[in-house]
């Protein structure tokens, strides 16, 4: 909130922890430019030339995009990383927060229903409520009324359950829920998620950097991480047998 109107958090400055001012230049990756418009592509930003840029701004902007491998992927300081705002109170004091802390949100409540609605073979609700989550986003302080945009209702059974699996990883990314979300659907829905991390450009750029044992977390895969219920849709697709899988974190 900037004088009072709604301002995303990645558009404010931010003094003594609260916002007092609205950002005059936003840069963003130029992701329709990529060769994967889901992946950064390092080689096309480090090509870059400042001298492009007929302003400061775009001067500033196309340095700004240049340093992105070694501000990202090779800095061991965390705070080159956007921080999750939604967690964080900037006013606490020592240990003590008032901010509250998410544990169970509308739109988890409107994921997990669509999710059973799926199971039970209506994928034209289980759209209908995902919907809901999507539309929220489109039209939220920050949104551009475009993104995300709206399922084609043609999809298939399968396809949705995908995408709701990767939804929840979206909507709910840094909350406390996580480490469930990730494992819910077993082994399978697991090792698509561990790829495209692991396949990032950023991940793998990093990855080379950091060649230490230290860097390299090993994920444990609980037996029963997908039989939360016995009643659950997701137990019958779960395997015991891939008990660790080892991956690389940027």
């Not at 739109?107 to 929220?136: C, G, H, Q």
Request: glycine share 4%.
């Amino acid at each position: 909130m900037v004088n009072g109107k709604e301002v995303a958090v990645y558009d404010s400055i931010y003094k003594n922890g609260k916002a007092v001012a609205v950002k005059q230049y936003v840069g963003r990756l130029p992701y329709e430019k990529f060769k994967d418009p889901t992946n950064p592509d390092l080689n096309y930003l480090n090509n870059l030339n400042e001298e492009d840029g007929k302003t400061p701004q775009e001067k500033a902007y196309i340095k700004a995009l240049k340093g992105i491998q070694k501000k990202y992927a090779e800095s061991g300081n965390q705070n080159a990383w956007p921080a999750h705002m939604k967690l964080y109170d900037a006013n606490q004091q020592g240990t003590s927060s008032h901010k509250n802390l998410m544990v169970y949100r509308y739109a988890e409540m409107l994921l997990l229903m669509a999710d059973v609605y799926n199971e039970l073979d209506n994928t034209s609700k289980a759209i209908e409520l995902v919907e809901e989550v999507l539309k929220r986003a489109r039209e939220s302080a920050g949104g551009n009324g475009v993104e995300p945009k709206a399922w084609s209702k043609q999809l298939t059974k399968e396809e949705v359950s995908e995408k709701i699996y990767f939804e929840f990883l979206f909507e709910l990314d840094g909350e406390p829920s996580m480490y469930e979300l990730l494992r819910v659907k077993g082994t399978e829905y697991l090792k698509k998620a561990l790829q495209y991390h692991n396949n990032h450009e950023l991940t793998k750029v990093s990855d080379a950097y950091y060649k230490s044992a230290a860097q390299k977390w090993c994920c444990t895969i609980p037996e029963n991480s997908s039989t939360i219920s016995p009643f659950s849709p997701y137990k019958s697709r779960s395997s015991s047998r891939l008990t660790a899988m080892a991956f690389s974190m940027a």
